[in-house]
């Protein structure tokens, strides 16, 4: 039994909830598991930290979600939006 982790609710076999999936866009259907692995993420986010320290805050990784892909997208710039 997985569990939503975008609405926290129960959603069987399936990564998303249907409700979590609408609450990213109502045109999404299902979404692809990112395929970095943990590891690779933070690798990722500090490959593509800028240059500024300061203490207490960890480099971030901004994705940007496809709908027509139904998969997010590992972006320098840009954040979360839809496309």
Known sequence: MNFCPI???PCGDNLYSEAGLRLLSPDLKMLK????????QR??????????SVQGVQPKLSARLSIKDEKFEIV????????
């Open 43 to 52: 690798r990722e986010a500090y490959n593509r930290a800028s240059k500024m």
């Open 33 to 40: 598991e990112l395929t970095y692995t943990a590891e690779e």
């Open 76 to 83: 320098d710039t840009g954040g979360v939006t839809r496309k």
């Open 7 to 9: 609405t926290y609710a």
